[in-house]
């Protein structure tokens, strides 16, 4: 039977079912997740991210998986291979958990090939595909990678990942039936794990080493229980890390771990009401402590196994509901075995052979693994072939396992052997043999509470408090049997006015309903109108920077019309002028010569409108170098001395064009209005580049900003539209000593 599957994955099917909920919407998670990437990778921001989709996978694992298959190949683009090999693991294991492991497997060789050979994170990644590969009974792969990592954790001293290469090299039965090879290999990881800060390897070694070794030793088995009892108490197994606190592997929740593993040790004993309770201590320390617990499929899988063998037919189809709601797949798509014998199980019950027959039928088909049977699977299937009339088939498959049930005849295999043979020899009409089998079925039930393996379990329930956790019960029945007895006589008496007081709850909680719904219409009704506010705030916002352009259109258009247009006629007639009346006349000179200097004013004067269209230099050579053109240009037209101070802007790509041709735009618009309303002689510019935004200052010395001017003109409106869009803060003051004083900050690129 392949046990070996779920000792291994029980550690992190507890990590995962003992979360809790995240509690963002898909719609808020994906407004977060969009936040969060249009922000520089730091180690803030990365934690930020892990963060999300750690939590978002609680509920919606298909869109954690999409933003790490995004994320993941930004962060190695950057060169963070630390981070990257976090998520990447990460990732993998969850996978793992749920059993694709052709994907996990690829995603094992990305974090090695992400990894340098010598490192920390070179050896986790090695340890994390020899535990893939015995889940996935790859017996060559897991060889080859238990290899290479042994080979790298003794050149590096890591204890750690070689005592979690010997726990795995051991549990997972290399080489096969080698039994001294395999204590060695344990007792061998353990003795390298103790004294580790972190006991996540240390009790992965024992914990392997009960479950998979000491199977035929009872007395061992309760003493290495019981120090694996006081182990679980450590705080580094307790820890719930995060993506990226720990990329190794670790074993959390321990105590749950315990208790499945004597959910199992009971169930094969066929003590059903001590699995039983053992059940329903998983469900106490792992379902109900979570508002919305998190369960991976496999382990609800196995959960469900349990319950219909028990006979608990009701939960078993609440966790098969609860596992194809979670995956969200066609049933005959679900890769667990368990899954299927379950159903099974539960169609046998609900007397329904055909179809409990093709779920048996299926679970064979699906293999061994990820599956935990105490049973081998073909006996069901076999049952299955009885209820269905299939008899000489039925006959044939459970003759395999005749062997099998004389020499473990105390056990469950044993006892459901019998069962099922009986109950086909009873449809066969073969009297005898039925009363026959039926005899050796009663007399192993009778014996298995005698067995001293059954002993060593009832130690071990004592020593987990089932068996206070009882006498505590019966007390408390005793105690309420009494109080009963007592209230008895004012039944009559109380019973009115408890109705009455039930009465008003009812009608209590009706009047808070009422008012909740008042209230979230009220709310809906008030965002409803912040909503529109908004979009009114957003389209005057638009129109202000449309008419600011649609002035600065028309402000080009009056130019070209009075200047260039009329400019060119007056070259136009000169140049006519002189062809007409021939070079030789004496006035054809100065005329040519008028027309040279028009032209050379007209030049002049597409080159300004050019510069306020595009200014080509700031695409060429960025920002700094087009205001310092600027400069240059207005101190040479002599109109006014202008002293501009940058800081920042060496790097012309850290923002966009369009961005900083709007600075360049409200810089050039400032020194316009200085230079045809201020009366001034100097002015002073100052940009400076902070880390995320941008900020002007515009002085100069002329005649101020008059008192009595309420409304801004169009020059300033266009400026203060500009300023606006691009989220920034505008102040315009008048100076003490005189002039204007423009103080722009914050700016940065819109919104998209």
């Known amino acids: 039977m392949k046990r070996l599957s779920y000792t291994c994955l029980s550690t992190f099917f507890f990590s995962i079912a003992t979360l809790f909920a995240q509690t963002l919407t898909e719609a808020e998670a994906r407004t977060a997740w969009k936040t969060l990437q249009r922000q520089p990778l730091t180690e803030k921001s990365f934690r930020e991210t892990c963060d999300l989709i750690q939590d978002t996978g609680k509920t919606n694992l298909n869109l954690s998986y999409e933003w790490l298959a995004e994320y993941v190949p930004r962060v190695q683009k950057e060169g963070k291979w630390e981070w990257a090999h976090m998520l990447l693991m990460a990732w993998a294991r969850a996978k793992e958990s749920f059993g694709i492991f052709e994907e996990s497997a690829k995603l094992h060789q990305r974090a090695l090939q992400n990894a340098p050979p010598n490192s920390q994170q070179y050896r986790e990644a090695l340890v994390g595909s020899v535990l893939l590969y015995n889940h996935w009974n790859k017996v060559d792969s897991s060889a080859k990678y238990l290899a290479l990592g042994e080979a790298a954790a003794k050149a590096a001293n890591d204890r750690e990942n070689l005592s979690f290469l010997y726990t795995f090299h051991a549990a997972g039965r290399i080489p096969p039936n080698d039994f001294k090879s395999r204590e060695n290999y344990y007792r061998q990881a353990i003795q390298l794990a103790e004294g580790l800060k972190n006991k996540n390897a240390e009790f992965t070694a024992r914990y392997n080493f009960v479950v998979n070794f000491l199977e035929d030793n009872p007395a061992q088995q309760v003493a290495e229980a019981e120090a694996l009892l006081k182990l679980a108490k450590d705080s580094t197994l307790a820890h719930r890390p995060r993506f990226y606190e720990r990329s190794n592997f670790w074993f959390r929740n321990p105590i749950p771990s315990v208790y499945f593993y004597m959910l199992q040790q009971n169930l094969i004993l066929a003590d059903y009401t001590n699995a039983n309770k053992f059940a329903d201590l998983v469900d106490e320390v792992v379902i109900k402590p979570n508002l919305v617990p998190a369960q991976t499929p496999i382990f609800m899988t196995q959960m469900a196994f349990a319950k219909a063998t028990i006979g608990e037919f009701t939960q078993a189809k609440a966790y098969l509901k609860q596992i194809r709601e979670l995956l969200q797949v066609a049933e005959k798509d679900i890769p667990f075995p368990n899954y299927f014998t379950t159903a099974g199980l539960i169609a046998e019950h609900d007397k329904q052979p055909q179809k409990a027959l093709s779920y048996h039928e299926q679970a064979l088909n699906k293999g061994y693994t990820a599956a935990f049977y105490f049973v081998p699977p073909d006996m069901y299937y076999a049952h299955a072939l009885t209820l269905n009339g299939a008899y000489e088939k039925a006959q044939k498959i459970l003759q395999k396992f005749d ?183 004496q006035q054809s000179e100065p005329k040519l010569l008028k027309a040279h200097e028009v032209l050379g004013n007209v030049s002049s004067t597409i080159r300004n409108i050019s510069h306020r269209l595009t200014p080509l230099l700031i695409e060429r050579y960025g920002l700094r170098h087009a205001l310092e053109d600027l400069s240059k240009t207005v101190n040479i037209s002599e109109k006014l001395q202008l002293e501009i101070i940058i800081v920042g802007f060496e790097d012309k790509h850290r923002y966009s064009l369009s961005f900083l041709n709007e600075v360049y735009r409200i810089i050039q618009e400032l020194l316009q209005n200085t230079v045809k309303h201020a009366q001034a002689t100097q002015a002073t510019v100052e940009v400076v580049e902070h880390e995320n935004y941008v900020s002007i200052m515009v002085e100069d010395n002329g005649i101020g900003i008059s008192e009595n001017k309420n409304e801004p003109g169009k020059g300033l409106s266009s400026i203060q539209a500009k300023v606006t869009y691009l989220n920034g803060e505008i102040e315009i003051s008048s100076a003490a000593e005189g002039g204007t004083l423009v103080v722009i900050d914050r700016l940065s690129p819109p919104l998209e």
Do not use: C
């Open 403 to 585: 062997l099998l049930a004389k020499n473990t005849p105390y056990s469950a295999t044993g006892l459901y052997y019998y069962e099922y043979l009986a109950e086909l020899q009873k449809a066969q009409n073969n009297l005898p043999r039925q009363i026959q089998s039926l005899q050796t079925y009663y007399t192993i039930k009778d014996s298995l509470t005698n067995l001293n393996r059954y002993r060593a379990i009832q130690q071990v329930l004592a020593k987990v408090g089932l068996r206070e956790k009882e006498q505590q019960v019966i007390r408390l029945n005793e105690e309420k049997a009494a109080q009963e007895r007592q209230i008895q006589r004012e039944r009559l008496l109380y019973g009115a006015l408890v109705s009455l007081a039930a009465l008003a709850i009812v009608f209590l909680l009706l009047y808070l309903r009422n008012r909740q719904v008042r209230n979230r219409q009220a709310m809906a009704l008030k965002q409803n109108e912040l909503e529109q506010l908004e979009k009114q705030r957003h389209i005057d916002l638009m129109r202000g920077v449309l008419e600011a352009e649609e002035s600065e259109r028309r402000k080009i258009a009056d130019q070209l019309h009075d200047d260039v247009n009329a400019s060119l006629a007056l070259v136009s007639l000169n140049v006519s002028s002189a062809l007409e009346k021939g070079l030789s006349d």
